[in-house]
C-alpha cells in the first residue's frame, strides 16, 4: 500500500475529522511549547540595550519603508483576493460570482 493510499484509507474512516482536530491540536501546543522554552534563554536586557544603541536617524527611515511596504497596492490586492474567495461547508474554497 502506497502512501497516498494510506492516506486515503484513513481519511475514509469516521473518525478522521476528530483526529485531524487533535493532531492539529496537539502540533500547535508543540510549537507554543518551543517558543516558550526559547523564549526564556534571551536576555533580554541585552536585547533592549542594543535596541537603545541603534540611532534614531537609521530607525525611523526603515520603520517608514516596512509601514510603505505593508501598505501599498500588493498587499490590499492579497485581502481582495481572500475576500472574494468563500468556503463551502466541505472547506474547499470555491469562486464566489463576483470571480467568474
Do not use: Y
Not at 49 to 67: D, M, Q, Y
Amino acid at each position: 500500500m502506497t502512501g497516498a493510499e494510506a492516506l486515503s484509507a484513513i481519511r475514509q474512516h469516521a473518525h478522521w475529522p476528530a483526529w485531524r482536530r487533535a493532531i492539529g491540536i496537539l502540533f500547535i501546543a508543540a510549537v507554543l511549547a518551543l517558543i516558550a522554552r526559547k523564549l526564556g534563554t534571551i536576555d533580554w536586557n541585552a536585547v533592549l540595550e542594543a535596541l537603545r544603541g541603534f540611532n534614531a536617524r537609521t530607525l525611523l527611515p526603515a520603520a517608514g519603508w516596512h509601514t510603505a511596504s505593508h501598505s501599498g497596492p500588493h498587499s490590499w490586492s492579497r485581502i481582495e483576493v481572500r475576500s472574494r474567495k468563500s468556503r463551502t461547508a466541505s472547506g474547499r474554497c470555491r469562486k464566489t460570482s463576483s470571480t467568474r
